[in-house]
């Protein structure tokens, strides 16, 4: 799995050098921020949902360390969001070691643990043995993970993102420079007046809120591999011009581009429902 994800990180951190370009291409030289003041990172960030990454052993945690020192040219961009949790015994008061971690009175007798969304990037310092200090951490209301995991794996962790726009994507995929140039056209679609001629139902005030793409797959495993990519090629064309028309978009992996503080205003990035429709994102 570690392949796969290094290669989905590493084609989405193309994101970072596209942007550089674009401002090199259109920048104002007497502007203020043709200094020092202009960081990519500001505008980009490529958040890894590593849910089990406390949870990993010595080579999957090596694994990760090399990832970032493959990519560290990103610098502040690429970072990681993980679960992490506390054991709590004894009373609210007792603060012995004996006793373990200090427990809050808030916390319900019956809970053991005290649960934390955490994030660290490439500049947070490291232990002895490998791990990250992460640089944020939010405590949790209790144990996160309410539907089949993947769904709550990325509401949890999207509080950590920045901007208007956030792109979700499976671990199973690339990408290059040259389709990451197209930036500003993809965006340029978020753009729309109220009343606009042609707004379709996903949109308010003339303004879209979820822009699609289909994944290309590409298969060299034989007949069964073809007739599975053919199915995920015509569910995201064919079938999703289909719900277009009936206002609806059905998102299980392919990178759509979503303005995320209207996704969060309804429920989230990703669905919750456990066992019913195993994809991540039903809308």
């Given at each position: 799995r570690m392949q796969t994800l290094y290669r989905t990180v590493a084609g989405m951190c193309l994101y970072h050098p596209a942007i550089q370009c674009h401002y090199d291409a259109n920048r104002y030289e007497d502007s203020a921020l043709a200094g020092k003041v202009w960081d990519v990172s500001d505008c980009f960030t490529c958040l890894i949902s590593m849910q089990r990454y406390r949870a990993f052993n010595p080579t999957e945690l090596e694994h990760t360390n090399r990832m970032f020192k493959k990519l560290q040219h990103v610098g502040k961009s690429l970072k990681v969001a993980y679960i992490d949790n506390t054991r709590h015994v004894g009373t609210a008061t007792d603060r012995t070691p004996t006793a373990g971690a200090y427990r809050p009175p808030t916390l319900h007798p019956r809970q053991g643990r005290r649960y934390f969304s955490c994030v660290f990037d490439g500049t947070c310092e490291m232990d002895k043995e490998g791990w990250r200090k992460p640089k944020f951490h939010v405590e949790l209301p209790g144990f996160p993970i309410l539907g089949d995991g993947k769904g709550d794996n990325q509401n949890h962790a999207i509080i950590f993102t920045r901007g208007t726009f956030c792109q979700c994507i499976d671990s199973n995929q690339g990408a290059y420079f040259e389709q990451m140039m197209l930036l500003p056209c993809v965006l340029g679609e978020f753009r729309g007046e109220a009343g606009?001629?042609?707004?379709?139902?996903?949109?308010?005030?003339?303004?879209?809120?979820?822009?699609?793409?289909?994944?290309?797959?590409?298969?060299?495993?034989?007949?069964?591999?073809?007739?599975?990519?053919?199915?995920?090629?015509a569910f995201g064309t064919i079938l999703q011009r289909s719900y277009a028309a009936l206002g609806a978009r059905m998102h299980y992996g392919h990178p759509d581009l979503m303005q995320k503080c209207w996704m969060?205003?309804?429920?989230?990035?990703?669905?919750?429902?456990?066992?019913?429709?195993?994809?991540?994102?039903?809308?």
């Open positions: 606009a001629a042609g707004a379709g139902p996903k949109t308010i005030g003339g303004m879209k809120q979820i822009i699609g793409f289909p994944e290309h797959i590409t298969s060299d495993i034989g007949s069964i591999g073809d007739f599975a990519a053919g199915s995920e090629t969060m205003q309804q429920g989230g990035v990703s669905k919750a429902t456990k066992t019913l429709n195993l994809s991540e994102d039903i809308f």
